[in-house]
C-alpha cells in the first residue's frame, strides 16, 4: 500500500511539476503554450494514477467511476452540482457586507469586461444578461469543465484518498489529500495563478494560500466522494467551482484592484468564507463520524 502511494506521488509530482517547470522555461502563463500545459497538467494525475496500478498489477477496479443513486445518494451529486455556487455566492456577498465602497449595482466592472457591447444596454437589461449567465454557468460549468477536473479528480479522490483511508482513517486521510493536493499546484502559483505576481512574501505567501485553500475545499470533496462512493461529486463540484470562481466580480465596482488573498474571488479568505466554513465542518465531521466506516460497501478497503 505504502510503496503504491509512493509510486503515484512520484509519478504525479515529477510529470506535474516537470511540465510545470518546462512551461517557466517559455516565459510561464503567458506563453502561447500556457493553456494547454495547464489542461495537460490538470489531466497528469489521472494518467499517474493509471500508471502506478499497471507497474504494481492492481489493474483498474475500484477506481470510483460507478454511479449509485440509491439510498438518497443522488443528494452528493446535487450538493456538489449546486452546493458550490452558492457557497462562492455566499463568500462574495460577505465580501461586499465588509466592504460596501467596492459593491456597484450596475456593475461597472462587469460593463468594462463586456466594453462596447454594454454601452448601450440599461441596467436593467445588463442585470438581466448577469442572471442568465451565472444560470448558464451553474448548469454547464461541470459540463464544460468535465475532463480535466475528471483527470485531476480521478487521482486525488479516486486513488489516493481511498488508499489513505485504509491506512490512517477518513479525517487523516481528508486532510493529507488537501494539502498534497495544494502543494501540488506550487509552480503554477509560482507562475502567478491566482494570487498574480506582485504582493508580499512573493511566492510563497500563494503557495501557503493555495495548501489552506486546497485543504478546506478538499475537506467538501472528499467527505462527498466518500458518501457517495464514487469520484463523481468531486469532479462535478471541482467543474463548478473553476467554472463559477470569478462570478463575484460581477458586482465589482470598475477600477477597484482585486485583492485576490481577500476577495470577493473564493481563493481570498472573505470571498472564500463560505467555502472555508462548510470545508472545516466536513473535516470536523471526517474526524467526528467517518462515512468511510459506513459505506465500506462501495467505498472499498484496500
Known sequence: MKKQLLIFLTLTFGLSWGLAFWLMSQGGLSSPYGLYALIGMMMLPALSSLLTRLLTGQGFRSMYLSVSLRRGDWKWYLAAWLGIPLLIWAGAALYFALFP???????????????EAAQHLTDGQLM???????????????????????????GWR?????????????????????LIWGLWHAPVIMMGHNYGLDYPGFPWAGVGAMVLFCL???????????????????????AALNGLAQSG?????????????????????IGGMGLLVAGAACLFQSFARPAYQIRRDIFIRY
Not at 442572471?131 to 469543465?145: D, E, K, R, S, Y
Not at 489516493?160 to 490512517?168: A, E, F, G, M, Q
Not at 466580480?249 to 477597484?256: D, E, N, P, Q, R
Open 101 to 115: 465602497g467596492d459593491l456597484d449595482l450596475r456593475m461597472g466592472y462587469f460593463r468594462q469586461l463586456l466594453g
Open 128 to 154: 438581466g444578461s448577469a442572471l442568465i449567465q451565472l444560470l448558464m454557468g451553474v448548469l454547464t460549468a461541470p459540463v464544460l469543465n468535465l475532463l480535466p477536473c475528471l483527470g485531476e479528480e480521478l
Open 158 to 178: 479516486g486513488y489516493l484518498l481511498p488508499r489513505l483511508c485504509s491506512l490512517v482513517g477518513e479525517g487523516p486521510a481528508s486532510v493529507l489529500t488537501g
Open 216 to 238: 478546506f475545499v478538499g475537506g467538501i470533496l472528499n467527505r462527498l466522494t466518500v458518501l457517495a462512493g464514487s469520484c463523481w461529486p468531486a469532479v462535478i463540484g471541482h
Open 249 to 269: 466580480l460581477m458586482l465589482l465596482k470598475a477600477g477597484v484592484t482585486i485583492n485576490p488573498f481577500i476577495g470577493p474571488l473564493p481563493m481570498g479568505i
